[in-house]
């Protein structure tokens, strides 16, 4: 079988998703906008990480970032319709995860970065 | 918003496909068993790390090795029935790259590991 070309976009786009966290908080984020600490409270992540990840999805155009100026301000994290589109992915994810594997039949526990 | 419970499940197979590379090598097998260097050649990917990822796939009930006793020994990597359930994934994945950019909208390059 000669060298296979592998569409750059196929490539980038799993790469994004590569990144550890990538798809969960995204996973998250499709359940609404959410301010950080939401984000940082429901993921086994530290918030350093949280916002390198955040701040890549940015640069994608995958998640925007609005701040209302309220005493204190309020900084709020949601998915553009790109991010949205990306919902098929989640959910084949998902469909997968559920009926692929019974309950004990997961070889990895979630270690927390 | 109270602390969201991700379902077990659905995380640890984020974090499977959050492995870099993982993704790909799935993409590259859904086109049919290969053989080690036929990986190695297709992919942006040391030798090394893919021995590691397979033998992880290997340990999800995700891919198997068949050895053939030829001579030389011939060494087949495939997707198993889970391996194959995946395809909507990587499918799902291919659909959103395609659709969701331009040409010249992707803000990251493919690093070489």
Same mark, same amino acid.
């Given at each position: 079988m000669e060298k296979m070309e592998i569409c750059p976009k196929i490539e980038?786009?799993?790469? +994004?998703? @590569?990144? *550890?966290?990538? @798809? +969960?908080i995204i996973y998250v984020l499709l359940? @609404?906008?959410q301010r950080f @600490?939401?984000?940082?409270?429901?993921?086994?992540?530290?918030?350093k990480l949280l916002s390198e990840r955040l701040k890549e999805l940015e640069k994608w155009g995958i998640v925007k970032r609005q701040v209302y100026p309220?005493?204190? !301000? *309020?900084v !709020?994290?949601?998915?553009?319709? *790109?991010?949205?589109q990306m919902e098929p992915i989640i959910s084949?994810?998902?469909?997968?995860?559920?009926?692929?594997?019974?309950?004990?039949?997961f070889p990895v526990?979630?270690?927390?970065?």
């Open positions: 980038a786009a799993m790469q +994004l998703l @590569g990144k *550890r966290w990538m @798809g +969960l359940n @609404g906008p @600490g939401q984000l940082e409270s429901c993921l086994p992540i530290s918030g309220e005493v204190p !301000v *309020r !709020v994290y949601e998915l553009t319709e *790109r991010g949205k084949a994810i998902h469909h997968w995860a559920e009926h692929s594997f019974s309950e004990d039949d526990e979630i270690k927390k970065e």
